[in-house]
């Protein structure tokens, strides 16, 4: 197979196995390297570019990790199909680029802004687990995690009806590590997952990166299509259901209690494990109670994942994952092969956060915090935006769903950061193009004063795209879908 010229700079700081891996990922986005083409074997680019064998096995499991390549066993590596529909490698890039550089309204960022950070008591517990354990933070901890944290935690879930005990609960680095860890542990390629349409642009990124084949089910302010999501159980046989059941992102909406029991009951018909994905659970400001789907499995069908990032600190990469007892084995097996552990002073200070009572101080402070965006967000929009946008309201949560006329959108999008505002497109978020077109705007990242001056902007940026003024709208119009 011919390769484009690969130049290996020896005198530069990057590794030469990551200037390898980019410039064949290069190679393979710009078609240049097309599907099915087998690769050079290791040895031989290894001979060709008077390198190390090291090297390119190096560089090939970078692409293997990205989903861009696969192993054949007994015939090589060879380039993997690529999507044609969704966000691509140029997509992906210019969109985080535009997240980076542009925004003084960002409506865009779902991490919570540094001021929520529990920066003193986490120092505090951290010099009272320094203290305490001395070198025995630093050492290799079980790869389940960390026994004491696992069993405070047990407590803190069975409050939301998940019997689940330290036995059966995983730490992870953090949700994206969750989803990971179970692609490792149940998916090889070439499986099928069904996940929502929308769904989290993370969990596509990471089942591409596995080789496994994503197919979709439409969902709504009153859950799933239930009649999609069986057809394409029974169509695509799939190993996995991947869904946010409560405050989903992108549209945050939440599946009533009926949605979740006609879950769970596909899922034990048709014998397919569930990957429930929970980030907001502790943001409810409807009332009422909202529990996560895995308090209703009564098979072990459901895998549950919990991330700590938007409550407490997105940089501490801490997070839980309930385990099915005939998995357990996969997962440990999985979760060692990526990390081993996770860093054990994370987990030790952790524990004792939850024991001295400060993780539920941190959850009602947050909650207060983010109920008033919330209802900030609700109010401005409200009188500014709708119509002519339409938006479900979600209940709770950091993200609002907002349904574009026409296709405007994109342009939508553009007039919004000429302006200094954010928002993502909905294309973001599917396999296929957004066919209704939709905008996602978060309060994450702002304070309500921002969240109104923001809204005004934006409401000025769809005037212009849209043709409507400000005082066109219709204050008191209105109607949340809760």
């Not at 008077?50 to 499991?61: C, D, E, L, M």
Request: hydrophobic letters at 40%; charged letters at 20%.
């Amino acid at each position: 197979m011919p390769l484009s010229p690969i130049l290996l700079d020896r005198q530069a700081g990057d590794h030469l196995y990551h200037q390898l891996f980019q410039q064949l990922r290069g190679q393979i986005a710009d078609g240049t390297l097309r599907a099915g083409e087998k690769l050079p074997t290791i040895r031989a680019l290894a001979e060709a570019l008077q390198v190390n064998t090291v090297t390119v096995v190096n560089a090939y499991r970078c692409l293997e990790e990205e989903g861009l390549i696969h192993k054949q066993v007994g015939s090589g590596s060879f380039v993997s199909p690529i999507r044609e529909s969704g966000p691509g490698l140029q997509e992906e890039a210019e969109l985080r680029q535009l997240n980076l550089t542009h925004g003084s309204y960002n409506f865009a960022s779902g991490t919570p802004t540094s001021d929520l950070f529990p920066v003193a008591r986490f120092k505090d517990v951290l010099n009272q687990v320094l203290d305490r354990d001395q070198g025995e933070a630093f050492g290799y901890h079980d790869p389940q995690g960390y026994y004491p944290l696992r069993q405070a935690i047990a407590e803190m879930i069975a409050a939301q009806g998940m019997a689940v005990g330290p036995e059966g609960l995983q730490i992870i680095s953090g949700a994206q590590q969750g989803i990971d860890i179970v692609s490792k542990a149940l998916l090889k390629y070439g499986d099928t997952v069904l996940v929502e349409a929308p769904t989290y642009a993370g969990a596509l990124a990471t089942f591409r990166s596995r080789g496994v084949r994503a197919e979709s089910f439409g969902i709504g302010p009153q859950g799933p299509d239930l009649n999609r999501l069986e057809a394409q159980i029974r169509k695509h046989r799939p190993r996995l259901i991947y869904m946010m059941p409560n405050f989903h992102n992108p549209t945050g909406w939440t599946y009533p209690e009926a949605a979740k029991a006609a879950v769970l009951s596909l899922s034990s018909r048709y014998g397919v494990t569930v990957l429930e994905d929970d980030y907001a659970s502790e943001l409810n400001f409807a009332g009422g109670t909202v529990l996560p789907l895995k308090a209703y499995d009564a098979e072990d069908r459901v895998i549950y994942i919990k991330s700590f990032s938007k409550i407490m600190m997105p940089g501490l990469r801490l997070g839980l994952m309930t385990i099915p007892p005939h998995l357990t084995e996969a997962i440990l097996s999985a979760k060692q092969s990526t990390d081993v552990s996770t860093f054990g002073l994370t987990q030790r200070a952790f524990q004792l956060f939850i024991e001295k009572g400060y993780w539920q101080q941190q959850v009602a402070a947050v909650r207060q915090v983010f109920q008033a965006r919330y209802e900030t967000f609700l109010r401005v929009s409200g009188e500014l935006l709708v119509p002519p946008l339409e938006l479900s309201a979600p209940g709770g949560g950091i993200h609002f769903w907002f349904r574009v006329p026409g296709s405007a959108a994109e342009a939508l999008v553009a007039e919004a950061a000429r302006r200094g505002v954010l928002v993502v497109p909905g294309d973001h978020f599917y396999l296929q193009p957004d066919a209704e077109k939709h905008l996602r705007l978060s309060t994450a990242s702002m304070d309500p004063q921002a969240i109104e001056k923001g809204l005004e902007l934006f409401a000025d940026a769809v005037g212009a795209v849209l043709g409507r003024s400000r005082t066109q709208s219709r204050p008191g119009a209105y109607m949340p879908i809760l």
